[in-house]
C-alpha cells in the first residue's frame, strides 16, 4: 500500500503542475476550462488509458513514452502486476517529478515575462 501511495502522491505533483501552467496560460476559468478537459482527454488516448499501449501502431508506442499519464500508469502496473518496490519505479517517479518542475517553471517564466510587459 505504501508504494501506491508514493506514486500517487508523484502523480498528484504532475497533475498539479499541469493545472498550474493551465491557470497561469489562461486568463479566464472559461479559457481554461475546455482546454483542461480537452488535454487530459487526448493525454490519456496518447498514454494508454483507453488503449493500452501494446494495441497502439509502433509510432505511438514511442508517443506514448512521453505522456506522464503513461508514466504513472505504468508505474501502477508495477507494483500491482510486477510486484515492483521503489527502485523499479523510480524512474517513473523521476519523470513525474521532473514532469511537475518543468510545468511549475515553465509557469512562473510566463508569469514573469507577462508581468513585464
Same mark, same amino acid.
Not at 508514493?6 to 481554461?32: K, M, N, P
Given at each position: 500500500?505504501?508504494?501506491?501511495?508514493?506514486?500517487? =502522491?508523484?502523480?498528484?505533483?504532475?497533475?498539479?503542475?499541469?493545472?498550474?501552467?493551465?491557470?497561469?496560460?489562461?486568463?479566464?476559468?472559461?479559457?481554461?476550462?475546455?482546454?483542461?478537459?480537452?488535454?487530459?482527454?487526448? !493525454?490519456?488516448?496518447?498514454? *494508454?488509458?483507453?488503449?493500452?499501449?501494446?494495441?497502439?501502431?509502433?509510432?505511438?508506442?514511442?508517443?506514448?513514452?512521453?505522456?506522464?499519464?503513461?508514466?504513472? !500508469?505504468? &508505474?501502477?502496473?508495477?507494483?500491482?502486476?510486477?510486484?515492483? *518496490? =521503489? *527502485? *523499479?519505479?523510480?524512474?517513473?517517479?523521476?519523470?513525474?517529478?521532473?514532469?511537475?518542475?518543468?510545468?511549475?517553471?515553465?509557469?512562473?517564466?510566463?508569469?514573469?515575462?507577462?508581468? &513585464?510587459?
Amino acid at each position: 500500500m505504501f508504494h501506491l501511495i508514493i506514486v500517487t =502522491i508523484f502523480a498528484g505533483l504532475a497533475a498539479i503542475g499541469f493545472g498550474i501552467l493551465l491557470g497561469t496560460v489562461a486568463d479566464t476559468q472559461e479559457q481554461s476550462a475546455p482546454f483542461g478537459a480537452t488535454s487530459v482527454v487526448v !493525454l490519456a488516448a496518447i498514454g *494508454g488509458i483507453w488503449v493500452p499501449v501494446f494495441l497502439m501502431p509502433e509510432f505511438m508506442q514511442s508517443i506514448a513514452k512521453f505522456s506522464p499519464m503513461n508514466w504513472g !500508469l505504468n &508505474a501502477y502496473y508495477d507494483i500491482i502486476l510486477r510486484n515492483s *518496490g =521503489i *527502485g *523499479g519505479i523510480a524512474k517513473e517517479l523521476i519523470f513525474l517529478f521532473l514532469f511537475y518542475l518543468a510545468m511549475v517553471g515553465i509557469s512562473l517564466i510566463y508569469e514573469r515575462k507577462q508581468n &513585464a510587459v
